[in-house]
Every structure is written in C-alpha cells, then in structure tokens.
C-alpha cells in the first residue's frame, strides 16, 4: 500500500463496495457545495482513482473551485490527490494545468500556518516533475530559515529528495545544508541534515563530525543513531579512520538511549577486535538485557553475546563476564533464562566454574519457595540440568553439587526430580570416589520420594552401587519401613477390620466382605469416610502405590532384592545370616505378588511383573554365581555402554559446531582471483570464472554455503511465458517470518504500458502486506517491484495472481496477463532440533493431532530410506546411532524438529524389511507424525535502529501459530509422501 493509500484510508470512511457516484454528480458537489460536500466529494474521487478510474473532466474543477479552499481537511486531501492524479500527457509531457497547481503550492509554502508548509513540503518529496518543482525552489530555501522546527525538517528533506533527483535544480543542497546544520539547535532538523551529508556528501558530514565530536554525548539519541550509522560506513569503507572515531564509540556506549548503546556497541565489535573493545561491547550488551523489561530485546541482544561467543578470540574475554551474564536470570521469563544459561554454560571454564556452581545453586534453593509463578518448575528443570552438565565436565564440583540436588527427588515436580535422578545415575557410574556420598544421601530421602517414577529410579540406583553390607542392610530397612507391615493383604485385612464400627456402617452402595481375626464376615461399604480417608493418607509411599495398582514399581523392587541379596551373600560368610536376608527378600517378593494375586489394589497385577518377581524368587532360591554375574555386572555395563554412546554422541555434535564455526582452507585449494576485484558497497561482483569452469564441467549445483548465485537462481520462479506482452519471473527469499517476492517485469512490446499493476492473493496462511506500486514501463523495459508476504504458521502456502496494465493511447479495456503460482515449501521454516527422551515422550502425550503416513517407497534398505527421510524432512533422529547399528529387519527411531515460529513437530518411524519376499523387497511400515501450534505471548516494544527491524520480526512471530491447528503435522506428511520414493537421477 502507498502512503498515498494510507493516508487515503485513514482520512476516508467511504464503503469500497458502494456504488460511486458519476461524474456530472461529483463536479456538481465540488463546483456549489458547502465545504462538508466539498470535502465528501473530494474524498469518492481520491477512492474511485486509487480503484483505477479515469477522471480527466473533473481536474480543472477541482482547481478552481477546491484548491483556493483554506480548510485543513481539505488540504490534505488535495495533497493525496496531487500525489495520485495523472500529471502528464499520453506522450508523457506535463498538463497545462499543473501550472496553476504549481502555483498554488508556492502560496502554500509561504503560508503563515507551519502545519500547511510542513505537510506541502513532504508533498513535495514524492513529485517526479522537475517541471513542476523548478518554480518552487527559491519558496524551498526560504523555509530552511522558519521559525518553527517543524518546517525546517521537512524542508531539508525536501532538498534532499530534490537533490538526489534532480540535482542541477539545486546544486550547492550539500554546502548550503551543512551551514544550516552549524546554525541549527533543535534535534529533528540536525538528524535530517546531518542524514542528507551521510548521503549527499559524506567528506562535509565527516567535516562537521570532526567539529563536534567531543560533545557527542551531549546530542540526542536520534542524531546519535546517525553518528554511529556514519562512523560503521566511514571505517568500512576506510580502516585507517578507526583510530580517529572509536573514541567518539566508546562515549556513545554510555548514552541514555538504549538503541544508541545497542547501535555502538554491534559498531564497536565490527570495528576492532581489542580485548577492551569487546568486554566493553558485551558489558554493554548485559546492561541492556538487565535494565530492559522487553523480554524480546532480551532475546535479541542474547543473541548478539552469542554471536561474539561465537569468534574463538573473543570467547576468553567473555568467560571473565559469566558472574555479570547470570544476573540476567533475575529476569522471570523462562526463554530468556534458558538463553542465559546455555551461554554461561558454553563460557564456562575451570577459572570460573566454583562461582557460577555457587550461585546455580543459589538460584535451586529460591525455586524452593517460589511457588506461584507457573515456570518456576520449569526455570528448577533448567538449573539441574546446567548443574548435571557442570559437574559432568568438572567432576571437581560434583561433590558440591550432589546434596543440593538431592533434596528434590522428594519434589512434587516429577520432570526436575527426573533430571536430578539421571544426574546421580551419570555421576554414580562415572565417580567412583562419589558414590559412598550419592548412596548415603539418597538414603536419607529415600523414604520421602512421593512419584512412583522416581521411586523406580532410586530403587535401582540403590540396588546397583550398595557395596558394603551396612548400605545393603540400609535398604533393606528402607524398602520395610516404606512398605509397610507384612503379609501386605492379611495386614490390610485386620486394618479394615479393625476400623468398622457400627455409627460408622453406612448401607448405601455396593459392598465389600472382608474376613476378621475370628474367622467371621464383616461387610463396609463402598462409599469412604474420612477416617479411612486419612489412613490412605499415612500409608507408606510403596504400600500406597502398590494399593493404586502399580506394580511396575514391584518389579522393580524385586529386581533391587534379588541383586543386594545376592551381594550381601557374597560379603557374608555367616550361613544364618544368608539365609535370613535371602529369606526376607523372597518374603517381601511373596508378599507383593499375593497382593496383585487378591482384590485389594486398584488394578490387578500385570502377567509381565508376576514373571519378573517369580523369575527373582527362582533366582533368589538358587543363587548362582551364573546369576549373580548377570545382575550385578551386566546391568552395570549396560548402563556403561549407553553414557559411553552419549558422550560420543555429544561430543561429535559439538565437533560439528566447531566445524561449521571454523572455515578451514587448505593449501591447495585454487585461489579465486575475482576477490581481488572491486566490490561497489551494496553489492559485489559475481565470480563469472568460476561459474563458468563449473558449467563446463557440468556441475551446475552446489552447496547454498559454497555458491549463494546457484541457490538464488534455483528460486527463480517464472511466472509468465515468452510470448506474453509482458515477461514476468520472481525470486523468493524466505526471511524467517516473512517472504519477499522481487518480481522482474519486462514489457515486450512497442508499446508504453500505463499503470501497470502486480496484483497477488494468497492461499493458506500468508498474508500480503502490502499492494505493489502501479508504474509505466517503456517499450522494451523493464522494472523490478517487490512485494511482501507475511508468514502466519508453517504451512505450504501458494500466491497467485496476474499483472494488469493499460496501453498508451489505447481505447479499450485494461490487460491482464495470468500469472503461475508460487509454491511455498515448508522446509524453509522447519529446522532440526534435539530433546530430551522424557521431553520427547511428554511432547508426544500432549500433542493431540497425528497425521499417520503409510511408508510407499522402492528404497529396500532400512537405514538408507531413514537417512532419506531425514533430509526431504529437515528432522533430526533422536534415537542413537548405535540403537539403530546392526540388521533385524526392523528399525523404529523417533525424530524432532522445530519451526521458526516455535512450533514442535515429532515423528515416529516404524519400519520393516519384508525378508519373505527376497531381498528386492521394498521397506515397508508407518511414520506417525504429531504437532501442536504454540502461540507467544510476549510483547514488543518500538524500538529505532538495527533492532527495530529485528522486533518487527519477532512482533510478527508473535501474531503467529493459533491453538488448534495441525497444518504442521498435514504438510509435513504431504512432504514425506511426496518425497518417498527416491529418485535415480
């Protein structure tokens, strides 16, 4: 949309689909109306204009009867007019009555009113006419010397547009700006003038700089921004001027505007790579992510401490700045502690890693009574596992942090106490010097764990590395005293029976017949008093979860037994002793399948856990030293093996990283001469040698990173065919939340094409931002024009639409020209992303939309077809490579991947190879794919600058997802089914 259009519809509440009035009605209005018909009129005739009506009768009338109008409506209206009329003839000379127009506006630019020449003024920056703008220009320069501000800021752009324009109209615009400049004092203007030197005449703006560069601190934020915007231009293009202008950075990092600071220091990095340069940048970045309350440019200015982490040199001078960046955390918003901690975790090192343990832990110990706000269980989750990561690469700290860390398996929170149970289970295998402290703390809460989950975990950690005959003997108390009395089901029974008395009995409802100690029936009903209400509430936690039903936890218990049992046969030599523990193990064992066997439990025991315990009564019955092998060594090299698989698996990850940071040349590696070539500043020369030697040797393709033309030419799209009278071919650049369409328009005819109009609609969600600009082409012109496209969520979008345009002295109609579609490919939003199993599996339980794939491939070979959907797909395998290492003629993996926008997307890929049908077989299964749309809830603030265009884009990820859509989960199922089958080209 134009400004005109803007203005248009901001000043205009006409119906766009009423029924516009003819002409003879409107020059009525406009010729003996009152001002209110005037000003009506005036507006019906800007709206049928924009909508591509001629009126050519109505231009002398709006001249002599509404141009001579003083009224303030009306004159911005006559402003939007003159910006949208036709002004020129079919062969392109000006109307004899834009004469009379011209002289209206030179009254207007004397006008008393500042409002009046100030707005005639950025009128006059849109006119192309030099005709018209020539008699003008003595009223132009008479303005520079108004007494309000107003005035003269737009009339230095006035001159600065006409000068870039049409610079023999005023040529000395440079000098005659620059001793504006020297004499003026208000903010606004000197920005403007000092903005049109930047551009017109840098060497004045450097001279005036030079003037005053001592008292830059004391301008305003506006005219600062410029100062920083020249001096990153001046030392680009000119190294040697670094020295001069890096002082004039450094004040500028302690100005009062935070888009100021954020400007200078982003200048300060590029400009120097000084130790002191780059902590003053960063201490500059932390000020601002602290004393801002957006968390978007939190984010964003993370992002830039990231970047600089980034460069190998300037990594050392951050890790002196981890104390300052965790003071970030103060911050409530979960994202940017999650930001903040993943950096101070990757700048961390031996100097440091004492204090920022000290105060993670710090942080640990305030999530204790911070209860209200709903991420803090998530901000404790992040914190274990920074905790976990420290101690893992500094095991020095693991003493330290293991008894802070404990106290929360007895949390409500299951997914942190998970966290903290996967740490102890990593540093029990990997410390052996530790494992005396893990073993006796998790003794301690033991007893206080309230998830069956965690439960299960300590369990097995306690059976695993309990090596001495005290600690088995220990939990063995524990396991007693959290069960409670036993034979579990008599206990229960004189429990119940105990407790029936008659006030208590109640009739209504179905009944339960228990037996008593006598031998004698007694019946309680199904409905429960709060009595009994609250001896549930005592039981013990494994008593409890037994009686809900969960016997996975039994199998489990029985597994522990059955391996300290064993050991403590092997530590005693006392026969009676053996036999006493063995004894009671196996009485536990029996207790608990007697238990799943009656009716007392919630759920019966499963058929899987009964094997289990019995499998360990056997064992237990026996005890073999073949037995003995397989739980007391086995489990513990199993456990070895996948934290062997994990750690290889991290560190090549960040192998990768390190890769992709460092560009590695090798020595004999041709050297591209056209880089010593010139390069203009705003775009550089293309390497046509070595296109050239490509293309003769056939390799048209290559790598995105390697060769940025060939990407680019594989996203022009043509739109158009060559015999049409107008060529037309775009190029699609996805930028995150947005896609920019630079569309070539080429005229193939003779002709001059008036009005020639890109008109786009869209399907899915996308939304066109704005309408593109009508222009005249040439005979045999061309001309780009771009447009831009708003992405709502990652779905396969399509724009289609057509080019319309009128020939110059023609009669008939307007052309149209249809145009093809453009197809947006999902892939350029989706990215690979890693998780956790746990997150994957919670993920997996919330997401409610699934889109099941049928696999429909001639891929015969299981790995290859899951590499290859892992490329059509941008998905990352979750499942290692071990796991998937070796032939079964099976495979199942789980794959994560992440859009732009925030939105998760899992997969599940269950294949098979058909060996009954031969070897040629194609695989064969199903690829279950679950999404779910997230909507951010933060807000943007407007801010000036770099970082202004930055949080337009993240204004825009926050208007994007919208609950309950599963566009994700479709297209990406649509983008496997259409890439299945590979192809052999």
Known sequence: MTAAENVCYTLINVPMDSEPPSEITLKNDLEKGDVKSKTEALKKVIIMILNGEKLPGLLMTIIRFVLPLQDHTIKKLLLVFWEIVPKTTPDGRLLQEMIL????????????????????????????????????????????????????????????????????????????????????????????????????????????????????????????????????????????????????????????????????????????????????????????????????????????????????????????????????????????????????????????????????????????????????????????????????????????????????????????????????????????????????????????????????????????????????????????????????????????????????????????????????????????????????????????????????????????????????????????????????????????????????????????DVDRISLCLKVLSECSPLMNDIFNKECRQSLSHMLSAKLEEEKLSQKKESEKRNVTVQPDDPISFMQLTAKNEMSSKEDQFQLSLLAAMGNTQRKEAADPLASKLNKVTQLTGFSDPVYAEAYVHVNQYDIVLDVLVVNQTSDTLQNCTLELATLGDLKLVEKPSPLTLAPHDFANIKANVKVASTENGIIFGNIVYDVSGAASDRNCVVLSDIHIDIMDYIQPATCTDAEFRQMWAEFEWENKVTVNTNIVDLNEYLQHILKSTNMKCLTPEKALSGYCGFMAANLYARSIFGEDALANVSIEKPIHLGPDAPVTGHIRIRAKSQRDRRKEQSWPGQLSSELSRMKTLNRMGGAGRNGMALSLGDKINLSQKKTNL
Not at 461 to 467: A, D, F, P
């Open 101 to 608: 127009v011209c002289d209206a506006y030179r009254k207007d630019l004397q006008h008393p009113n500042e409002f009046i020449r100030g707005s005639t003024l950025r009128f006059l920056c849109k006119l192309k006419e030099a005709e018209l703008l020539e008699p003008l220009m003595p009223a132009i320069r008479a303005c520079l010397e108004h007494r309000h501000s107003y005035v003269r800021r737009n009339a230095v752009l006035a001159i600065y547009t006409i000068y870039r324009n049409f610079e023999h109209l005023i040529p000395d615009a440079p000098e005659l700006i620059h001793d504006f400049l020297v004499n003026e004092k208000d903010a606004s203007c000197k920005r403007n003038a000092f903005m049109m030197l930047i551009h017109a005449d840098q060497d004045r703006a450097l001279d005036y700089l030079s003037t005053c560069i001592d008292q830059v601190q004391t301008f305003g934020d506006i005219l600062q921004l410029v100062i920083v915007e020249l001096i990153y231009k001046v030392c680009h293009a000119n190294p040697s001027e670094r020295a001069r202008f890096i002082r004039c950075i450094f004040n500028l990092l302690q100005s009062s505007s935070p888009a100021v600071k954020y400007e200078a220091a982003g200048t300060l990095v590029t400009l120097s790579s000084a130790p002191t340069a780059i902590k003053a940048a960063a201490q500059c970045y932390i000020d601002l992510i602290i004393k801002e309350s957006d968390n978007n440019v939190k984010l964003i200015v993370l992002d830039r401490l990231i970047e600089l982490k980034e460069h190998p040199a300037h990594e050392r001078v951050l890790q002196d700045l981890v104390m300052d960046i965790l003071r970030v955390l103060s911050t409530p918003d979960l994202e940017v502690r999650k930001k903040t901690l993943q950096l101070a975790l990757d700048l961390v090192s031996s100097r440091n890693v004492e204090e920022l343990v000290i105060v993670l832990k710090k942080e640990v110990i305030k999530t204790n009574n911070v209860t209200e706000h709903e991420d803090t269980d998530k901000y404790r989750q992040l914190l274990v596992r920074t905790l976990h990561s420290c101690s893992v690469r500094f095991p020095d700290m693991a003493a330290n942090v293991i008894p802070v860390l404990m106290e929360f398996l007895s949390d409500y929170n299951e997914a942190a106490a998970a966290d903290v149970l996967e740490f102890v289970r990593e540093a029990i295998q990997r410390f052996d010097n530790l494992r005396l402290l893990i073993v006796e703390k998790m003794l301690e809460v033991f007893h206080a764990i309230k998830s069956v989950k965690i439960y299960r975990g300590a369990l097995w950690i306690l059976g695993e590395y309990c090596s001495t005959r005290e600690d088995i003997q220990s939990v063995m108390t524990e396991v007693r005293r959290s069960l409670g009395e036993i034979p579990i089901v008599e206990s229960e029974i004189k429990k119940e029976a105990g407790e029936l008395k008659p006030e208590e009995e109640i009739t209504v409802g179905p009944a339960q017949k228990l037996v008593t100690e006598m031998g004698t029936y007694a019946t309680q009903s199904a409905l429960s008093s709060s009595r009994p209400a609250k001896k549930e509430e005592e039981r013990p936690p494994l008593r409890g979860f037994l009686l809900d039903g969960d016997f996975f936890v039994a199998a489990s218990l029985a597994t522990t037994l059955t391996k300290i049992a064993l050991r403590y046969v092997t530590l005693v030599q006392e026969k009676k002793k053996q036999n006493s523990f063995v004894a009671e193990a196996m009485l536990v064992m029996a207790s608990i399948l007697h238990l799943g066997k009656s009716s007392l439990p919630k759920k019966p025991i499963t058929d899987d």
